[in-house]
Every structure is written in structure tokens, then in C-alpha cells.
């Protein structure tokens, strides 16, 4: 039977989670928006001829994302801890969405600043959530722990997809609502998790680490941890690593490029998210609707794909609960390029031998048959994506670095996935519309290449404690350089202490005499 900290543990590691709703509700919510004929009249946009400034609207939000990651999330949660980081990031979340929501009638510069702010807000919690969660969890469930948050991602999507669905399904009435509705709901989660942060301890390795408080260590460890006896073994592991790390390697960031294990983490962390959205993941998530339309015309239509697609994510990610600490990352990762690979060469093939069917508009789409097919083939993309690109790459990428540039390191690597998103973009809808479905052969490529890479390049890390885990890239165990440190400080200490007790016997001798 699961103990109550047991239970307790996973309670605030889920609410830490929960970060990641705001990242998948957001990437879904604009591609919802712009599906509203009601949006693009609000703002006086046209899909054709304002493409350019649309696909800007999609990259403001990711230009916040990156600058938080690289500048202000890891500073941050370092500095002021990581519920802070996480609480900050929800605030302007939330103060974003107002912005977006509530933007004036033709003001698409109120909208684009509000996609700014929340792209920075998620930068922040997308820093802090993950630090949190691989810092308090136990090595031998971190990574079925880990996998939430890439579920929380899919949560966020369900959400936002569903609400587009019932919009949609509703415009008639809802007049400009339909998609102000969808933007509005970003705000709940955000709110929820304000409310429940106060009341959940701050990581153990930050008191540690910023203040050198260990008894607060001690208290939060008491909390999630079964026995004192495992609360002592975990402050002292973490002691001996933050020993090490001050004395040996440096508190600052620059230990990034200055130790080569460190160096080498970073570069590996880079190829993976950057692989995250190569992979196809990304691309589809953004321009779905986009890759429908060339199979149906119908917006409900497409709406309910999204929504049901959104709703298989969650069940593909919890795969990765019984597959992350029994097989491996590496097993996942690389089954994951393959299945994704396989789906990316398909998918343009049925396209290429199947007939086009032209409509009444003019609009060259797919039969009805053929168009299941190629919905089938995608969500089965999914389920190869969501358990080992969508929730390993978060799982080996909060994992991998020392406690002095974790936070710094998992922010910077974490954005590396909107600058992939972002470069990408910016050419993909004039690489579909020029090439159609023939542009997924692109992914098929990157997929393969990147299982390549994996089997090669990557070690494992599974059940591997945060402050060992250096020996895999060649650096030093943390655990072990800093035991010795304590232990000679603890013999210098006691030296000195003995010294002055023969001091005092000698004058209190003399006094006496």
C-alpha cells in the first residue's frame, strides 16, 4: 500500500505539473483562434494575404519564451526559490490573458503584447516547474513522476481544443465570445496552482544550496520522505554535492562552458529539445488545422479532430509511467524516432497515390476514406511522440545537470525548443503550401537521424540520484569529492576545537598552581 508521504509527494510534484498546462493550453489556444472567422475579423487579418503577420503573432509569444528562459527563469529560481519562480510566471500568465482577451477592435499590437507577457510568464514557470519536480522526487520514481508533466501538456491542449470545439460548434450566438471564450480560460489553471503553492515546502536543495539551511532542508524532507533515516542520508548527499560544487567547480553559471562535463550535458540537452521539434511534434501542433484543411473544409470538422487528437495525448503520455524507469530514456527515445519516422514517411505517401477530390470552392481535398487514414497515421505519430520526445526529453533534460546551473541549464535548454519552433515556422506554412504533404518526408528524415543520434551519444540515466550523476559524462561524483571536503573541514574543525581545549586545561592549570 502507497504511505500517505508517498501520496504527499506526488500530490506536489503534480501540482508543480500543472506549470505545464499553461505551455500545452497556449500552443493550442492560437491555433484555435485563428480558425475563428470572428478573430480574424476583430483584428482585420487575412489568412492569405496577412500570413506573414500572423505566423508574427505566433512568434511573439515564443520571442518572451526564449528571453525568459535564457535570461531571467533560472536567475530566478535560484535566487527567490522555486515556488517563486513558478508563482511569478502564473501572475503574468494571467495578467496576459486580460491583454489578449480584452484587446481593442483592430489593435492587434495589444494582442501581440500580450502574447509577449505570456510567453514570458511560461518561460518562468517552465524553468522553476520541472527544477521542483526532479528535485524532491526519489530517483527510483522521478522519471514516472516526470511523465505528468508532459501529460499536463496534453491536459492543456484537451482543454483548449474542447473549448474550441463547443465555441465553434456555437459562433452563431457567440458572436466574437467564440474565440474570446478560448483565450479567457487560459487564466484557471494559473489561478488554481497561485492557491495551492503557499501550502507545499520549497525544495529541500535550495535551502541548501541558497541559504545553507539545512534544518528547513530537513523539515521538507520529513515531509516526503518515509524514514529519518533516509531525511539524513538525503541532506548529507546534498550537503556533500553543494560542498563540492562551491568549493571545486564555482556557485556561477559559468561552470556551463567552463567544465566540460557540464559543457557536454548542455550541447547533448540542445540537440534533444531542438530534436523535440524537429521531430514533427511541434510543427503539427502549431499548423494542424492548416494539414486538415487539405483534407477537409469543414472548421467543426477540424476542431473536432483537435480535440479528440488533444484527448488521445494524455492516454499516449501515461505510457511512459510504466516504460521510463523499466526500460529506460534511452529506450524511449530511440523506439520513439523510429514509430515517429515510419508514421512521417506514410502520411505523405497516401497523399501522393491517393486521388484529389475537388470542391465546390475549387479547394483540392482527399475522399473521406483516405482522410481517416491520414488522421489515423497522425494520432499514431502521437502515440510514439507523447511518451518518449514529449515527456523523456523534459525527464533527462531536469535531470542531467549539477545543482550550481540546474536551473540556468533546464531554462536555457527547455527554450532551445522554441527556438527550434521558431526558425521553423517562420518557413513551414510556405514549405506546406508549396509541397503539401510531401513536407512531413522533412520529419521522417529528422526522426531517423535523431534515434541515430541517441544510440550513439546519449547515456542513460535511469534511477540515477541528481548528485551522481555526473560520472556518466565523464565529470566527477559530486557525493564523493564533497564527503571529503566535510569530513577534512569536520577534522580541521575538531583539531581546532581540541587545541583550545588543551589551551584552557594548560591556563586553568597555571591558575591554579
Given at each position: 500500500?502507497?504511505?500517505?508521504?508517498?501520496?504527499?509527494?506526488?500530490?506536489?510534484?503534480?501540482?508543480?505539473?500543472?506549470?505545464?498546462?499553461?505551455?500545452?493550453?497556449?500552443?493550442?489556444?492560437?491555433?484555435?483562434?485563428?480558425?475563428?472567422?470572428?478573430?480574424?475579423?476583430?483584428?482585420?487579418?487575412?489568412?492569405?494575404?496577412d500570413a506573414n503577420l500572423i505566423g508574427l503573432v505566433n512568434t511573439a509569444y515564443t520571442i518572451g519564451?526564449?528571453?525568459?528562459?535564457?535570461?531571467?527563469?533560472?536567475?530566478?529560481?535560484?535566487?527567490?526559490?522555486?515556488?517563486?519562480?513558478?508563482?511569478?510566471?502564473?501572475?503574468?500568465?494571467?495578467?496576459?490573458?486580460?491583454?489578449?482577451?480584452?484587446?481593442?477592435?483592430?489593435?492587434?499590437?495589444?494582442?501581440?503584447?500580450?502574447?509577449?507577457?505570456?510567453?514570458?510568464?511560461?518561460?518562468?514557470?517552465?524553468?522553476?516547474?520541472?527544477?521542483?519536480?526532479?528535485?524532491?522526487?526519489?530517483?527510483?520514481?522521478?522519471?514516472?513522476?516526470?511523465?505528468?508533466?508532459?501529460?499536463?501538456?496534453?491536459?492543456?491542449?484537451?482543454?483548449?481544443?474542447?473549448?474550441?470545439?463547443?465555441?465553434?460548434?456555437?459562433?452563431?450566438?457567440?458572436?466574437?465570445?467564440?474565440?474570446?471564450?478560448?483565450?479567457?480560460?487560459?487564466?484557471?489553471?494559473?489561478?488554481?496552482?497561485?492557491?495551492?503553492?503557499?501550502?507545499?515546502?520549497?525544495?529541500?536543495?535550495?535551502?541548501?544550496?541558497?541559504?545553507?539551511?539545512?534544518?528547513?532542508?530537513?523539515?521538507?524532507?520529513?515531509?516526503?520522505?518515509?524514514?529519518?533515516?533516509?531525511?539524513?542520508?538525503?541532506?548529507?548527499?546534498?550537503?556533500?554535492?553543494?560542498?563540492?560544487?562551491?568549493?571545486?567547480?564555482?556557485?556561477?553559471?559559468?561552470?556551463?562552458?567552463?567544465?566540460?562535463?557540464?559543457?557536454?550535458?548542455?550541447?547533448?540537452?540542445?540537440?534533444?529539445?531542438?530534436?523535440?521539434?524537429?521531430?514533427?511534434?511541434?510543427?503539427?501542433?502549431?499548423?494542424?488545422?492548416?494539414?486538415?484543411?487539405?483534407?477537409?473544409?469543414?472548421?467543426?470538422?477540424?476542431?473536432?479532430?483537435?480535440?479528440?487528437?488533444?484527448?488521445?495525448?494524455?492516454?499516449?503520455?501515461?505510457?511512459?509511467?510504466?516504460?521510463?524507469?523499466?526500460?529506460?530514456?534511452?529506450?524511449?527515445?530511440?523506439?520513439?524516432?523510429?514509430?515517429?519516422?515510419?508514421?512521417?514517411?506514410?502520411?505523405?505517401?497516401?497523399?501522393?497515390?491517393?486521388?484529389?477530390?475537388?470542391?465546390?470552392?475549387?479547394?483540392?481535398?482527399?475522399?473521406?476514406?483516405?482522410?481517416?487514414?491520414?488522421?489515423?497515421?497522425?494520432?499514431?505519430?502521437?502515440?510514439?511522440?507523447?511518451?518518449?520526445?514529449?515527456?523523456?526529453?523534459?525527464?533527462?533534460?531536469?535531470?542531467?545537470?549539477?545543482?550550481?546551473?540546474?536551473?540556468?541549464?533546464?531554462?536555457?535548454?527547455?527554450?532551445?525548443?522554441?527556438?527550434?519552433?521558431?526558425?521553423?515556422?517562420?518557413?513551414?506554412?510556405?514549405?506546406?503550401?508549396?509541397?503539401?504533404?510531401?513536407?512531413?518526408?522533412?520529419?521522417?528524415?529528422?526522426?531517423?537521424?535523431?534515434?541515430?543520434?541517441?544510440?550513439?551519444?546519449?547515456?542513460?540515466?535511469?534511477?540515477?540520484?541528481?548528485?551522481?550523476?555526473?560520472?556518466?559524462?565523464?565529470?566527477?561524483?559530486?557525493?564523493?569529492?564533497?564527503?571529503?571536503?566535510?569530513?577534512?573541514?569536520?577534522?580541521?574543525?575538531?583539531?581546532?576545537?581540541?587545541?583550545?581545549?588543551?589551551?584552557?586545561?594548560?591556563?586553568?592549570?597555571?591558575?591554579?598552581?
Open positions: 500500500m502507497v504511505s500517505s508521504k508517498r501520496l504527499y509527494n506526488w500530490y506536489i510534484a503534480l501540482v508543480a505539473a500543472m506549470c505545464m498546462v499553461l505551455y500545452g493550453y497556449d500552443a493550442s489556444v492560437f491555433n484555435a483562434a485563428q480558425g475563428s472567422d470572428n478573430w480574424l475579423e476583430w483584428f482585420d487579418l487575412d489568412t492569405k494575404a519564451a526564449i528571453v525568459a528562459g535564457w535570461f531571467f527563469g533560472g536567475p530566478t529560481a535560484d535566487y527567490f526559490g522555486r515556488r517563486i519562480g513558478m508563482a511569478i510566471g502564473c501572475i503574468l500568465t494571467i495578467a496576459a490573458t486580460f491583454m489578449q482577451a480584452f484587446a481593442p477592435y483592430h489593435n492587434l499590437g495589444c494582442f501581440i503584447g500580450g502574447r509577449v507577457l505570456i510567453g514570458i510568464g511560461q518561460g518562468m514557470a517552465l524553468t522553476a516547474g520541472p527544477i521542483y519536480i526532479g528535485e524532491v522526487s526519489p530517483p527510483e520514481i522521478r522519471g514516472q513522476i516526470m511523465t505528468f508533466w508532459q501529460m499536463f501538456y496534453s491536459v492543456g491542449s484537451f482543454i483548449a481544443y474542447w473549448i474550441a470545439y463547443a465555441c465553434s460548434a456555437n459562433k452563431a450566438r457567440l458572436g466574437n465570445w467564440d474565440w474570446r471564450m478560448v483565450v479567457i480560460f487560459q487564466m484557471l489553471v494559473p489561478l488554481v496552482i497561485l492557491v495551492l503553492l503557499p501550502f507545499q515546502p520549497e525544495s529541500p536543495r535550495w535551502w541548501i544550496k541558497r541559504h545553507g539551511n539545512v534544518d528547513e532542508a530537513r523539515k521538507a524532507l520529513r515531509q516526503i520522505r518515509e524514514t529519518e533515516a533516509e531525511v539524513e542520508l538525503e541532506v548529507l548527499a546534498i550537503r556533500e554535492a553543494v560542498e563540492f560544487e562551491n568549493e571545486a567547480v564555482g556557485g556561477s553559471y559559468k561552470a556551463l562552458f567552463k567544465d566540460p562535463s557540464v559543457r557536454k550535458r548542455l550541447y547533448l540537452a540542445f540537440v534533444l529539445n531542438v530534436g523535440q521539434q524537429l521531430s514533427g511534434q511541434g510543427t503539427l501542433n502549431s499548423y494542424s488545422s492548416a494539414i486538415y484543411k487539405t483534407v477537409w473544409t469543414s472548421t467543426e470538422t477540424i476542431n473536432l479532430i483537435n480535440a479528440l487528437n488533444a484527448t488521445c495525448g494524455i492516454l499516449f503520455t501515461l505510457n511512459a509511467v510504466w516504460t521510463a524507469d523499466r526500460f529506460g530514456r534511452r529506450w524511449l527515445f530511440i523506439v520513439g524516432a523510429i514509430g515517429m519516422g515510419i508514421c512521417m514517411l506514410i502520411v505523405p505517401v497516401v497523399g501522393m497515390t491517393t486521388p484529389d477530390v475537388i470542391g465546390a470552392g475549387g479547394t483540392a481535398t482527399k475522399t473521406q476514406p483516405v482522410g481517416i487514414g491520414i488522421v489515423f497515421l497522425l494520432f499514431l505519430f502521437i502515440f510514439f511522440y507523447k511518451p518518449s520526445w514529449g515527456a523523456t526529453t523534459w525527464i533527462w533534460t531536469s535531470e542531467v545537470f549539477s545543482m550550481n546551473v540546474r536551473a540556468q541549464a533546464v531554462g536555457m535548454c527547455s527554450q532551445m525548443q522554441n527556438v527550434a519552433n521558431t526558425v521553423f515556422g517562420q518557413f513551414f506554412p510556405i514549405f506546406l503550401a508549396n509541397t503539401g504533404l510531401k513536407c512531413l518526408f522533412f520529419f521522417m528524415a529528422a526522426n531517423f537521424l535523431l534515434a541515430v543520434f541517441v544510440w550513439f551519444c546519449v547515456p542513460e540515466t535511469m534511477r540515477v540520484p541528481l548528485e551522481e550523476i555526473d560520472t556518466l559524462f565523464g565529470g566527477q561524483n559530486h557525493v564523493e569529492k564533497g564527503e571529503q571536503m566535510l569530513n577534512a573541514a569536520d577534522a580541521h574543525h575538531a583539531s581546532e576545537k581540541n587545541g583550545l581545549d588543551v589551551q584552557q586545561r594548560e591556563t586553568t592549570r597555571e591558575i591554579d598552581v
